[in-house]
């Protein structure tokens, strides 16, 4: 099994910066992608940034600019920094990573979330 927990989420001003951490753990072989998705009250979950195992990475157009993804592969770790950050970027973020077990097909897995506000 494999499990995932995010952290680094809160309140922020306009303007300010935050960094999101998501750790997975488990019975691992290799993760191909991992990737970050928000989704606010009433809208369906968009994609936010994705990176992949050899580094590549690609943004939602929302985000180019002002966030950046990075990976720690020693510590199947994703991260996702975030500034110059506006009020519409309040959502709850969720990380998705594509695991591989050994002997077994990716799966992928979802985090619990976590809530980013931007707001004075």
């Known amino acids: 099994q494999v499990k995932l927990v995010e952290s680094g989420g809160g309140l922020v001003q306009p303007g300010g910066s935050l960094r999101l951490s998501c750790a997975a753990s488990g019975s691992i072989f290799s993760i191909p992608t991992m990737a970050w998705y928000r989704q606010a009250p009433g809208n369906q979950r968009e994609f936010v940034a994705i990176?992949?195992?050899?580094?590549?990475?690609n943004y939602a157009h929302s985000a180019k600019g002002r966030f950046t993804i990075s990976r720690d592969s020693a510590k199947n770790t994703v991260y996702l920094q975030m500034n110059s950050l506006k009020p519409e970027d309040t959502a709850a973020y969720y990380c998705n990573v594509v695991v591989v077990r050994e002997g077994w097909a990716s799966t992928s897995y979802w985090g619990q979330g976590t809530q980013v506000t931007v707001s004075s």
């Open positions: 990176i992949t195992s050899d580094g590549t990475k």
